[in-house]
């Protein structure tokens, strides 16, 4: 890595959990809506038949998770997260500490469950599975992508909508609509399944507009996909609005962004995995989740983050097949 690259970098990692975008929370859409009422209905939608009566001290623990917890888990007195480094949900200090979301989110946890939990960042999303497979993690906060192929080996919690946005060079063409992107050379962080699947609907909506099927650059990081677009190596970067925000805040009169909708296309459920057979603790985190989304400590996170626009109405499991 230049020492370029290295600066700007660690300037990323180092100020992107601080800031706070100021975004209003995007409408969920209709097909969100009902994915919710749907979970309603059905238990393995639903989740888990726990419901925690609030603490009579006014705090979060839960007398009821906690008993829930296998008890595999409360013998060894620690649930063991696993994750690759992927800002802002696990940003890597030059020491080892792991700040971000997930931090925030797992330290609530803790209090919730009354628990202590351990996180461990690896370098890949293959070794984050090989984790939760083999029985080495319990469980992963990912985001992890809903499917109905990844619920072949691993049961989910969703508590984000993922939807991919482009951020470009205001010295060039604007982006105004999804079309727009058609034959254009866009940068992505590798392996990133939300921006694969994304620039698979575009091109489906460019192959039907008689125009060009958009030109991939996969790169090792985001900050190296912003080097791509200043550079004109690649002409747009496809990556989340968290990031779009945070970049044009920190460059200002330097690029612009398109945020795609529910009309550009379908959003993806991403969220707490586990490999499957792992029932009773999926369900606790259900709970711990369900608590986060009432006492509105998620929205609060969120908006620490600049995410608001990923939010769901409330916590589904195995959402991608209800």
């Not at 888990?48 to 829930?68: I, K, M, R, V």
């Not at 921006?195 to 192959?207: G, M, T």
């Not at 190596?233 to 945020?259: C, H, K, N, W």
């Amino acid at each position: 890595m230049s020492p370029t690259l290295k600066r700007q970098w660690d300037f990323f990692t180092a100020t992107e959990r601080q800031m706070n975008v100021r975004m209003k929370v995007a409408a969920v859409g209709a097909a969100l809506m009902a994915l919710a009422l749907v979970g309603c209905s059905s238990n393995a939608a639903a989740g888990p038949e726990l419901t925690p009566a609030a603490p009579e001290d006014g705090g979060q623990f839960s007398q009821e998770l906690h008993d829930a917890l296998p008890k595999s888990i409360r013998d060894k007195g620690y649930i063991s997260f696993v994750g690759e480094a992927n800002p802002p949900f696990r940003n890597v200090g030059s020491d080892g500490t792991v700040t971000g979301l997930q931090t925030d989110v797992l330290a609530e946890f803790e209090d919730i469950l009354g628990i202590e939990i351990k996180t461990e960042v690896i370098d890949s999303l293959a070794g984050v599975k090989l984790g939760l497979q083999s029985g080495r993690n319990d469980a992963a906060f990912g985001p992890s992508l809903d499917t109905p192929a990844t619920q072949e080996s691993f049961d989910f919690v969703d508590v984000f909508v993922m939807r991919t946005g482009f951020l470009y060079p205001l010295s060039g063409p604007k982006v105004t609509d999804t079309t727009d992107v058609c034959g254009k050379k866009v940068a992505i962080q590798e392996g990133s399944p939300p921006i694969i699947n994304a620039l698979a609907a575009i091109d489906e909506q460019c192959n039907a507009a008689g125009r060009e099927a958009v030109q991939q650059v996969p790169l090792a990081d985001k900050n190296a996909a912003i080097l791509a677009v200043q550079s004109g190596r690649a002409q747009l970067m496809a990556t989340s609005p968290a990031t779009m925000a945070f970049t044009i805040e920190q460059q200002p009169g330097v690029f612009g962004m398109y945020a795609t909708t529910e009309e550009d296309f379908a959003g993806d459920l991403v969220g707490t995995s586990l490999a499957k057979g792992n029932d009773e603790l999926r369900d606790v985190l259900y709970g711990a989740w369900k608590v986060l989304f009432e006492n509105g400590k998620y929205e609060e996170i969120l908006a620490k983050y600049g995410m608001e626009s990923t939010a769901l109405p409330e916590p589904v499991v195995n959402g991608a097949t209800q």
